[in-house]
């Protein structure tokens, strides 16, 4: 084969290894089958990278491949600049090639074999990284040319660690996010109520479906003097993690003031109070809080801009559309309060704007008109609820999370 023809197919090989190595991105894998191409492609029986501890100053074997002799290992370390042919190299970080090793004043022995070696720098930005290691059984084996070829698939080698290492990274990073994210999710889950109230008269339900791992919307049962129970219904401004840390903070102050007895109207204006004054200036909470009271059949609430209540009876429905104040967290404000009875066979829902606004795929809402019609239903659920919203988006991923809460006035047998 003449030169030009012999200069094409490793040029050829050259191009084939390296799209193999740089479409791999798992680093120790990456590695195995460099040293695994070299042997296989360029007919060098033993080859070996060597990527650098920057804290240790050190080249460590990473992978080889062809040694008849374990003198050296993966997992071996070699200090720059004191130990060997790499070592030089790691010092220069320029190629070096013994074409016989027997009289080089840097050469180490690593297989007793070996009479010429070739060490290439692993550079990335003109960083080095690491150290390209080949090694035959014969003298003088490596060509200009071949060392020319080799220096170009080192670039290669160097852009696929520095790309498999990145990739690492990033999957490291992400699996640390996850893991804290599902561990925020527990803490969070955590603070919803894991109990049904038990009272005389009424049946009440709640859920909370959170779009993301963690998010904003809250609710919660609080058991106050005389049988009577608090009910709430909050909604953090955003979504994620911010929200669900401003979700919990606004929970530890509700339940402070509410286990005082306030009134609704009350306790709203203490939290807002306290929010106003430490709530980032962009957030705010919507929230409904409600006192239940079984031995009159009533309820008594304050509404903070959160969508109105929907109650409905063996006569219809109507959404309840009384005066509210605006948002917590926003400025100092007043709370009204509405108190009405809830006779036997009637239904109120309190609910996020989540399941209201929750849309399609042709960007359609659910909207006001849906929950109407769903709650006008005597056997009304809120499992039913959430799963017509469900029908309704079709497996369109939730832009909000949804959460309800269904208060059912019964009949005492």
Known sequence: ?????????????????????NSILDLDLLLEEVVSDVAQTFGYSRSGVLLKDEQTNELVIVAVRGWTVNFHVKGDRFKIGEYGMVGHVGLTEETYYSPDVTLDPYYQVSEESTRSELDIPLKIHGRLIGVFNFQHQEANAFTNSRIQLLEALAGHVATAIENARLFENERKEKDRLVGELNEARSVQLSLFPDWTPDIPGFEITGLCIPCREVGGDWFDYIPLPDGRIAIVLADVAGKGTGAALLMASTRSVLRMFAERGLSPGEVLTKVNDTLVKDFPKTR???MIYAIVNPSGKNIVFANAGHPPPLFADSEGGRFLNFNSGLPLGIQEGFFPEHSFELPSVSRLLFYSDGISEAMNQVS??????????QMINPDATI??????????????PASDDMTVVMIKSQDIL
């Open 1 to 21: 084969m003449n030169d030009e023809n012999q200069e094409i197919k490793e040029l050829l090989l050259l191009q084939r290894v390296a799209q193999r190595i």
């Open 284 to 286: 705010f909470v919507t």
């Open 364 to 373: 359609e809402e659910y909207g006001d008109k849906r929950i109407f019609e």
């Open 383 to 396: 499992k039913n609820l959430l799963d017509d919203v469900q029908t309704f988006i079709s497996g369109f």
